[in-house]
């Protein structure tokens, strides 16, 4: 059978191309009903009988249940924050921003229904700052949505009041990363704060804070509307639902696709609804499966078979769905190339925080410059490794081990780790045949 | 420089839905740029006075990001990426001809990104923030030429609308 999408929080987008951002488009297409069926609700039952038994997980990237996270939230201890991660950042990432350009009252209508759930009454959306048109389109749908009633004072007479204030960043990939990004909501550096305490008893102004996902919180009203048990039957094991992935690279197809989780990848890189295979008949080589922070996975009929699990493919491969951004690479693609570039990124994203990764970022790149560019030298696979064990001690065995704050200095090694395990005989013979002219480089 | 009346008024909005002032920086930030092309020591002055911490503060925190140019740019910034997906997709290329023909051009900022999300339609980049994707070197010295023509309209520095 040939995988399709299964559209849930990418159908109305996709059906009302022509205003699906609109209020109208939004009302036209059953939005704000399953607002209205929550504030109908006991708010405390919510969470643990309708968002619990859907089994839905953070579509951010770390797979964390969201209803457990809301129960972490001390009963009596108020003012408390819901604050929504747009700060989609993570490399071949493009869900958050489609999400928020084309359906920001599905968007609205999810914080509406969290925030009733977890007993909030002010919200905060941190946007990625480049997103010009999606806060446009946002804070247009918030004064819209108040003017219809479904945000401000007394939400469909229900007694619920709630303000959601759109915060825009300023270009730093870090901010994604929910203690940074509490930080930089506050006026500060964005830089990741040290757990305990976690932002659920001390977030947002030092008050019990919610970090939920755009992705996650869209998901919401759906959920509400099928109810949790019949979204919680989709999906496969503990990755329920459905998932938007972000197909990038050597594809026929690329583009963000809603499917069913439990289709593989060779489902989602080679069906003719979705990613459409490799152009000009050419192979996978290898692909970055769940953002540039996950480690990568290769064009092999095992890997290709895999299914699209959460816990799945970490256990048995110690990749991530993470974001849910499948990059794919043919044949003809220099791994090194694409490492180097990775590092690259890392190097300029990191805080400068903790040292191992301040430091071994710059490294990492630089090694695997001079490898990329015709000046590596035989032992620089070894050298990465010895850099990567300082930032991730064991470097290979994945979940990695944190020496940092945050996760983003062990992000950084999972590139090496993985030209060690799929490309080690490609590496070492590239940089045996060294260049005899020195690389210029022009920063 | 200084906030306008209309911006004044709007930074005064702003600093009030937060239930911190120091929260507003990073929104002020981005109407001083908004409004001067760039982001000036003396915006970052009166940023500070307007939420009450110190202007090292204020600096502190905007230096972190790089979005606030705090030298002056040109009137368009545009926005090249080269992460993993447009790098196989023809990105650098990209960024070589535009940075090579607009080398002396004092009104275009030609800036190597990060990831824009926009990797579906790769290779892509912003022009004040505004995106333009599907392209190649030519096509994107065409995006940038109808910018400087006046073809196409430009948002503000930070993506705004005049």
């Known amino acids: 059978m040939t995988a399709t999408e299964t559209r849930l929080v990418t159908a109305r987008l996709r059906e009302r191309p022509q205003d699906s951002w609109t209020m109208e488009g939004f009302l036209a297409s059953g939005g704000y009903t399953a607002l209205r069926q929550a504030l109908g609700m006991d708010a405390a039952t919510i969470g643990p009988e309708v968002v619990g038994p859907s089994g839905l997980r953070g579509r951010g990237g770390a797979g964390f249940p969201a209803a457990t996270k809301w129960s972490f939230l001390p009963p009596d201890s108020f003012p408390r924050y819901l604050v929504v991660n747009g700060d989609e950042g993570e490399p071949s990432t493009f869900k958050d921003r489609m999400l928020v350009e084309l359906d920001p009252h599905q968007l609205i209508e999810g914080i509406a229904i969290a925030s009733y759930a977890i007993g909030c009454n002010q919200a905060f959306v941190y946007l990625r700052g480049e997103f010009a048109l999606g806060y446009e389109r946002l804070t247009q749908a918030i004064k819209d949505a108040h003017a219809g009633g479904f945000l401000g004072r007394d939400i469909q007479g229900s007694g619920f009041d709630l303000e959601i204030v759109v915060h825009r960043g300023a270009g730093a990939y870090i901010c994604g990363e929910e203690t940074a990004l509490l930080e930089s909501l506050e006026g500060e550096r964005g830089m990741p704060r040290i757990r305990p305490p976690f932002p659920a008893i001390a977030g947002l102004y030092a008050k019990p804070t919610v970090v939920n996902n755009v992705e996650t919180l869209s998901t919401l009203p759906h959920i509400l509307q099928m109810g949790g048990a019949k979204y919680g039957e989709l999906g496969v094991n503990k990755s329920t639902g459905t998932r938007i992935f972000s197909l990038s690279g050597h594809v026929k197809r690329p583009g963000n696709y809603e499917v069913e989780l439990g289709i593989t990848f060779r489902d989602l890189i080679e069906s003719p609804e979705l990613g459409g295979g490799v152009p000009d008949g050419r192979k996978v080589k290898f692909f970055i499966p769940g953002g540039a922070s996950s480690q990568w996975l290769t064009g092999s009929d095992e890997h290709l078979d895999a299914p699209l699990d959460m816990d799945f493919v970490q256990q048995t491969y110690s990749v991530m769905l993470g974001s849910g951004a499948v990059m794919v690479y043919d044949e003809t693609t220099n791994p090194v190339l694409v490492a180097w570039r990775l590092a690259k990124f890392f190097a300029h994203e990191s805080c400068g925080k903790c040292t191992p990764c301040r430091e071994g970022a710059g490294w990492v790149e630089k090694v695997l410059y001079r490898m990329s560019h015709g000046q590596g030298r035989p032992n620089d696979l070894d050298l990465l490794f010895d850099v990567g064990n300082s930032i991730s001690p064991g470097v290979v065995n994945a979940p990695f081990t944190q020496t940092t704050i945050c996760p983003l200095g062990p992000s950084v090694v999972s590139s090496v780790a993985s030209l060690h395990r799929y490309f080690r005989d490609e590496v070492v013979e590239m940089c045996s045949n060294r260049s005899p002219s020195i690389p210029v480089r022009a920063s | ?162």
């Open chain 2, 1 to 162: 420089m200084n906030f306008n009346a209309t911006n004044l008024a709007r930074a005064h909005e702003i600093v009030a839905q937060y239930p911190h002032a120091k929260s507003a920086i990073l929104p002020l930030a981005h109407l001083a740029q908004d409004q001067d092309g760039w982001l000036s020591p003396e915006a970052m002055r009166e940023i500070a006075e307007i939420v009450g911490v110190t202007p090292a503060e204020v600096l502190g925190t905007c230096s972190f990001y790089t979005m606030f140019k705090r030298t002056p740019c040109g009137k368009y910034l545009v926005s090249v990426c080269t992460n993993v997906t447009c790098l196989v997709l023809g990105g650098p290329e990209i960024l070589e001809h535009l940075q090579d023909r607009y080398a002396t051009d004092p009104d275009v900022t030609v800036e190597e990104v990060e990831c824009l999300a926009a990797c579906g339609n790769a290779p892509s980049m912003q022009v004040n923030y505004e995106y333009h994707e599907h392209l190649n070197p030519d096509l994107a010295a065409a995006v940038v030429d109808d910018y400087k023509s006046g073809t196409l309209s430009a948002r503000t520095i930070s993506g705004g609308r005049a």
